[in-house]
C-alpha cells in the first residue's frame, strides 16, 4: 500500500522453572525509548557524521534517510543541500524527530517493505541495518527506490560486532533460566563478503567496502552499560519484572567489567562495516 506523506506533497512512501523462547512478535520487538535515545546514545549521530562524508551530499539532490532515528543526520544532509526525507520504523523515533526538526519530511516505514513514487539520488542509512535479519528484502527496497546510478551508503554493525556484551547477555540469561537466548537476537552482523555478495545479486557494484573495530565509550559513566542494555537490549527484557531486569543488568555488568569498562567509563565492543555501492 502507498500513502501520501501529505495533501500537497508529491512524495509518497508505505511501511508500517524454563522461561521458553517467546513466539509472540509483539513481545519480542525493541522498546525505542526516544528520550533515553537522545540523552545517552548521542554518539550514535555523532559517529554517523563521518559517514556524511563518504555521501558526498550535492546541492539540490533527492536523498533519503533509511532509518533515520530522531532526525540529526537527517537535518545535517538537508542543510548541505539535499531534498530529503527520513523513515523509521519505529514511531516514537518519527514522533519526535518531526518535533526536532519540522521543516523536514519523516514517515513511518519499514526498509523491508517501503516503496516510493519517485527514485532517490542516494539512500543514506547509519547504524540500522544490523537490526534487519531479512536483508535481501531491504536490499531490494533500496534497488526500486533509487535511480540508476544511484548510490548507497551505510554504516552498520559487521561480523564481530558486540560480541563480548552479546556473549554475556546470552549466558546471564541462560543461567536465569531462559531457553536458548541466542534465537531471540534482533541482530544481524554479516561480513563484508556476505553483505557484498547479497548487494552484487540485486545489481550494485559495490565501490568502497571497509570492516574495522571501533571501541565506543558509553555516555553516564557507571550506568553507561546499564542503559545500553535498557536501550539495545530491550528486546531481551521485556518478559521480566523489574526486579528481574535489574538483577539480569547487574550480572551482565558483573562478567563485562573486567574487559569492557576503563577508568569510570564502559566501552562498547563495536566493530562496524562502512559501504558505498552503486545501482548499475
Excluded at 548541505?80 to 523515533?93: K, L, N
Excluded at 513514487?117 to 535479519?133: Q, Y
Excluded at 546510478?149 to 558486540?162: L, T
Excluded at 531486569?245 to 566501552?267: C, F, M, N, S
Aim: glycine residues 6%.
Amino acid at each position: 500500500m502507498i500513502k501520501p506523506l501529505s495533501m500537497n506533497n508529491s512524495w509518497m512512501i508505505a511501511g508500517d522453572s524454563k522461561l521458553p523462547i517467546m513466539e509472540n512478535n509483539s513481545m519480542l520487538e525493541n522498546r525505542w525509548d526516544n528520550a533515553l535515545y537522545e540523552s545517552k546514545h548521542a554518539f550514535v549521530w555523532q559517529y554517523g557524521e563521518e559517514l556524511l562524508q563518504l555521501l558526498s551530499v550535492q546541492p539540490g539532490e533527492r536523498i533519503l534517510d533509511l532509518g533515520c532515528g530522531t532526525g540529526q543526520l537527517t537535518q545535517k544532509i538537508a542543510l548541505a543541500g539535499a531534498e530529503v526525507m527520513g523513515i523509521d520504523q519505529a514511531p516514537t523515533m518519527i514522533e519526535k524527530a518531526k518535533a526536532n526538526y519540522p521543516d523536514i519530511q519523516f514517515a513511518v516505514a519499514d526498509a523491508k517493505s517501503f516503496q516510493v513514487d519517485e527514485p532517490f539520488d542516494a539512500i543514506f542509512s547509519n547504524a540500522v541495518l544490523h537490526w534487519i535479519t531479512e536483508p535481501d528484502a531491504v536490499i531490494s527496497c533500496m534497488r526500486e527506490a533509487l535511480k540508476p546510478k544511484g548510490r548507497f551508503v551505510a554504516e552498520f554493525g559487521g561480523q564481530g560486532n558486540i560480541k563480548a556484551i552479546a556473549s554475556a547477555l546470552y549466558s546471564v540469561l541462560e543461567a536465569s533460566g531462559y531457553a536458548s537466548p541466542e534465537k531471540m537476537s534482533p541482530w544481524y552482523f554479516p561480513s563484508i563478503g556476505e553483505y557484498a555478495t547479497r548487494l552484487e545479486q540485486q545489481g550494485f557494484d559495490v565501490t568502497y567496502a571497509v570492516l574495522f573495530d571501533r571501541p565506543t565509550p558509553l555516555e553516564d559513566g557507571d550506568a553507561g552499560m546499564a542503559n545500553w542494555i535498557s536501550m539495545f537490549g530491550s528486546r531481551f527484557l521485556s518478559a521480566l519484572s523489574a526486579d528481574e531486569q535489574t538483577r539480569v543488568i547487574q550480572a551482565i555488568e558483573h562478567r563485562l567489567k573486567p574487559t569492557l569498562y576503563r577508568d569510570g567509563t564502559w566501552i562498547a565492543d563495536y566493530r562496524r562495516i562502512r559501504l558505498v555501492a552503486i545501482k548499475a
